[in-house]
């Protein structure tokens, strides 16, 4: 079954701290994982996409990375801000272009 | 419009009683996706449109919701005898259907089945 898990569920950190959020995939055949931020009461908007080919990608203080071979995937985050308070979600597409598997999401909250 | 644009935002309703909920995706978005929202959760798929027709919708619970795209764009899910366990966040998102497939999402409509 396609499965994607993301730990933890839930994270505190204070203000100006890095994070690191993770994403373990069960999806076959892999096409692509993206990472979607969605602020409260918002829809996800995309952060990163990673290919099969691709080990590390940057999109300003994210940094997302990929290891295909132990289908993991981790988002990390350099010098949080209060806006990065967020629900991070982790989605793998595998098949045809309209087969995707959500994970649960990571509930982050940054504190001044 | 720029945007995904759903409506209404809001809808408080009585158990029992039917709902409509509006999707207008990007334009010249040909692929469009309902899913369901829990509180703390991903989002679950619902249905999927590519064009008019409804390409999968494995993901409908049962068959009180139904969802149509008459003319390719503006999609609407009608939900019947709605009960208390319907309450959610449905999301609408579209995607150019090509490409690496990047999903943009609305900002919802809150559900709420009293």
């Known amino acids: 079954k396609n499965q994607v898990e993301q730990s933890p569920q839930s994270l505190i950190i204070l203000e100006g701290k890095n994070c690191t959020l993770q994403?373990?995939?069960?999806?076959?055949?892999?096409?692509?994982l993206r990472w979607y931020k969605q602020d409260t009461g918002r829809g996800p908007v995309s952060l990163t996409i990673?290919?099969?080919?691709?080990n590390t990608k940057s999109n300003g203080r994210y940094t997302a990375t990929l290891d295909a071979d132990t289908k993991q995937s981790s988002l990390h985050i350099t010098a949080s801000q209060l806006s990065d308070s967020a629900s991070y979600i982790c989605?793998?597409?595998?098949?045809?272009?309209?087969?995707?598997?959500f994970g649960s999401g990571t509930q982050l909250t940054v504190l001044p | 419009g720029a945007g995904v644009s759903q409506t209404p935002s809001n809808k408080v309703t009585e158990k029992g009683k039917y709902v409509e909920l509006r999707c207008d995706p990007i334009s010249g978005h040909t692929a469009l996706y309902w899913y369901r929202q829990s509180l703390g959760q991903g989002p679950e798929f619902l249905i999927y449109?590519?064009?008019?027709?409804?390409?999968?919708d494995s993901g409908l619970p049962n068959d009180r919701f139904f969802a149509v795209r008459p003319e390719g764009s503006v999609s609407t899910l009608k939900i019947q005898r709605t009960e208390r366990g319907d309450s959610a966040v449905y999301l609408c998102?579209?995607?150019?259907?090509?490409?690496?497939?990047?999903?943009?999402f609305g900002e919802g409509s809150r559900l709420t089945v009293l």
């Open positions: 449109f590519q064009g008019t027709g409804a390409a999968d």
């Open positions: 998102a579209s995607s150019a259907g090509r490409g690496d497939g990047e999903l943009f």
């Open positions: 989605v793998v597409r595998w098949g045809s272009a309209r087969q995707l598997t």
């Open positions: 990673m290919t099969f080919s691709e």
């Open positions: 994403c373990n995939y069960t999806v076959s055949p892999f096409s692509n």
